[in-house]
């Protein structure tokens, strides 16, 4: 008996979302700085090809909507101007008593990330639900499951500061996750210029 086609992983629409990308220097000064705490916190640590910064999540994807995801992406970017940013620190979401993700946050003084997280929303909103937290720049490096109180493994680690030159962000990217038991694999399948 042949298999329902909608059972097959390519009938399902793609998960997809958008970021923007970080510079090579900036992922070795992370490498460094999570080399000292890999082995004291029992988590599920991410390699350095998922470390982006997600400024808008869309999930899953029909490809109708595709057309309408890639116009909203060349407005965010036309409307917006590379601008640089650097490594912070290390922090975990939502606190170290229970700390569910570790990141390495971004510092973004002016606000950009999240206006070109804003300019998305606005034109996705009638087909994707809008963010309502607001974007606190980060790449994530661990997670927890279940959360954990830091401070059994590791009380060191929140604050800990991650030194690398400072580096321009200049192309919004489109991604594509693919989902598998050896972890999460990345595709970027479109990208547009800042200020284009």
Do not use: C, Q
Request: hydrophobic share 45%; charged share 30%.
């Amino acid at each position: 008996m042949a298999r329902d086609r909608a059972a097959r992983p390519e009938a399902k629409p793609p998960r997809l979302f958008f970021a923007f990308d970080v510079s090579d220097a900036a992922k070795d000064a992370v490498e460094r700085v999570v080399a000292e705490h890999r082995s004291r916190v029992p988590a599920r640590w991410t390699g350095r090809s998922g470390w982006h910064v997600t400024v808008k999540f869309l999930g899953r994807t029909w490809p109708r909507l595709v057309p309408e995801v890639e116009a909203a992406a060349a407005a965010a970017a036309s409307a917006s101007r590379r601008f640089g940013t650097s490594l912070d620190a290390l922090g975990v979401f939502p606190s170290a008593k229970r700390a569910r993700v570790v990141w390495v946050g971004l510092k973004d003084p002016d606000r950009r990330f999240g206006s070109v997280a804003a300019d998305l929303d606005r034109a996705l909103e009638d087909y994707f639900v809008p963010e309502r937290r607001p974007v606190t720049p980060h790449l994530t490096v661990a997670r927890l499951n279940p959360p954990r109180d830091l401070g059994e493994f590791d009380s060191d680690l929140v604050g800990t500061p991650v030194d690398a030159e400072p580096f321009d962000v200049d192309r919004l990217v489109l991604y594509r996750s693919h989902l598998s038991p050896a972890g999460a694999r990345y595709e970027a399948i479109g990208s547009w210029p800042l200020g284009a």
